[in-house]
């Protein structure tokens, strides 16, 4: 007759040999999920691969467009401006090419961008209420008349309303040398 002692060596054993199977087990999920988010990741790769590819397409074709005068004199002036260096697409969309032709050409591209905002805002009211909330900088969560999100209001300055001119100084605003931006 066997000893406890053998009886406890076996059971630990056994316990240890099961344990060792159900960890081979739970790896074999683990590996197979690991399988699943690589093949996932791979296929994302390649539509982003795909999608940047046609986006390179497409911005040929609109530079030979603009060179060929099909886009308008002044985006066919930027186009040859931007080919010599003379100016980049950066440049021109943030105002810093005060070049006539830039000019023109962020007025069209602004237009542009407006029309299509609206046309989506009318379609939408969901994407209208989260896009005006970020263009007057608040949370989407708050309620209208609500601006937890701006921080604590100020006696020295009241706040900016859509329509009004941007004020000239202040914590992350131009200070008094810097041109007023505009409105927004």
């Known amino acids: 007759m066997p000893d406890r002692d053998q009886y406890d060596t ?3 054993l056994a316990q240890a040999e099961a344990a060792a ?10 590996l197979a999920e690991v ?8 296929r994302g790769r390649a539509e982003l691969a795909q999608a940047r590819a046609e986006l390179e397409r497409e911005a040929d074709e609109e530079e030979r467009r603009a060179r060929a005068g099909e ?3 002044a985006r066919r ?6 080919d010599r260096d003379e100016t980049t697409w950066r440049a021109v969309m943030s105002d810093v090419d005060q070049h ?10 602004v ?11 009318q379609e939408d009211p969901e994407f209208a209420a989260l896009y005006r909330s970020v263009a007057e900088g608040r949370d989407p969560a708050e309620r209208p ?3 937890d999100s701006l921080g604590p209001a100020s006696d020295a300055e009241p706040p900016v309303r859509p329509g009004e001119t941007w004020p000239r100084s202040g914590p992350h605003r131009p200070g008094p040398d810097v041109p007023d931006p505009g409105r927004w």
Do not use: N, P
């Not at 399988?35 to 990741?41: C, E, G, L, M």
């Not at 002036?77 to 931007?82: A, M, N, S």
């Not at 006539?100 to 591209?109: D, F, I, L, Q």
């Not at 237009?111 to 805002?121: F, G, K, N, Y």
């Open 10 to 12: 076996e059971g630990v």
């Open 21 to 30: 199977r159900r960890s081979e087990d739970d790896l074999a999920v683990v």
């Open 35 to 42: 399988d699943r988010a690589q093949a996932s990741i791979a």
């Open 71 to 73: 886009l308008g004199r």
């Open 77 to 82: 002036v930027v186009q040859e401006r931007i």
């Open 100 to 109: 006539w032709s830039a000019v023109e050409v962020r007025g069209e591209t």
């Open 111 to 121: 237009a542009a961008w407006r029309t299509a905002i609206d046309r989506l805002e």
């Open 145 to 147: 008349g609500e601006w």
